[in-house]
């Protein structure tokens, strides 16, 4: 068995700092460009689904409190939810047409579904893009959210927000593969349950990303 890995980062001015070192300073083009393989992906994930199809593109924040211990916000869906009812997930959506960029779409989404004001957050960098099943491609944009903040939330997309201690998401013992039969195929994806939640998929992979990130 792999020895686990700790990200040791204690307080903001480190985490700004290792973020300014190990971050993209711009989103990668290939979430934008359907010609071109994404660097992460469901399918990536699940090489028997064959290559990526097209899809469109979004973005989500990845917000991480400044705290005192560092916590990451994250939100369930509804079971109403048409599309992945139930699932734990980062404030995001797809691309929308008045959008200067990702950043845009991640500040406008976060502040639409979570109630959290842009104010609050400073971006620290992008992650690598992801393209997930469903039909998109997501550009993970990091952000810093500096309290005291309220949330409100966006009822019909969200039934409850909560915090995952950074140090906890930061730590690949907590970081599972696992696999599930779906429709008659087997699916791989990484989770890391907290609490008696169930953080997995896409919301997972892109935390991975950022844990792969900061350590290497």
Known sequence: ??????????DVAELRALCCAKLERTPSTRVFDNRLEPPRSDYAM??????????RPSAVLVPIVARTDLSVILMQRPQ???????????PGGKVGATDASPIETALREAEEE???ARSHIEVLGFL???????????VPVVGLVTPPFTLQVDVREVAECFEVPFAFLMNSANHDKQSREMRGETQWFYAMPYEGRFI??????ITRNLFERLTT
């Open 200 to 205: 997995w998929g896409a919301t997972a992979a």
């Open 1 to 10: 068995m792999t020895a686990a890995t700790r990200l040791a980062c204690s």
């Open 46 to 55: 699940n090489p028997a689904w064959g290559s990526a199809v097209a899809a």
């Open 114 to 116: 979570i109630g959290l």
């Open 80 to 90: 109403t939810m048409p599309a992945h009812p139930g699932e734990i997930s980062f």
């Open 128 to 138: 690598d893009g992801y393209q997930v099943r469903s039909g998109f491609r997501i």
